[in-house]
């Protein structure tokens, strides 16, 4: 009977899934990108889960400084754009106002999701085309 008691407990994701974002990140990014966070202490936690050959090149301090985000983007930067929060916090706004704060970077070139929780896109830069 207990077991059966749990079961929703377990069907359910009790955290964010930081894990799942960083392997998408480790396994797409590139030299020159750019992760832009929608709070700062996701950059710790995606710090954990990033490989240690990739935490200092995604994640370097300006991560939640979307204007550096737009100067990069127009200098031929792609950006990753990450709404989530740690695992112990509340987000801070809507995922609908971060999206819209996007708008400067254009359409999203990618939309992809880490568990239920954490919505990531790419913008890929147009210099050059």
């Known amino acids: 009977m207990l077991v ?18 960083a392997t998408i990140l480790a396994a797409q990014s590139r030299p020159g990108d750019l992760v832009y966070l929608s709070q700062p202490i996701s950059a710790r936690t995606m710090q954990y889960y990033l490989p240690t050959t990739l935490r200092t090149r995604l994640i370097t301090g300006g991560d939640v400084d979307l204007q550096r985000a737009i100067k990069a983007h127009a200098q031929g930067h792609r950006i990753w754009a990450i709404f989530g929060g740690g695992v112990h ?41």
């Open 89 to 129: 916090t509340t987000l801070i706004g809507s995922m609908a106002d971060f999206r819209a704060s996007l708008t400067p970077l254009g359409s999203p070139s990618a939309n992809e999701q880490a568990g239920e929780r954490i919505y990531i896109w790419r913008f890929d830069s147009v210099k050059g085309q």
């Open 4 to 21: 059966i008691n749990l079961a929703p407990f377990y069907g359910v994701e009790t955290k964010p899934r930081w894990d799942i974002a």
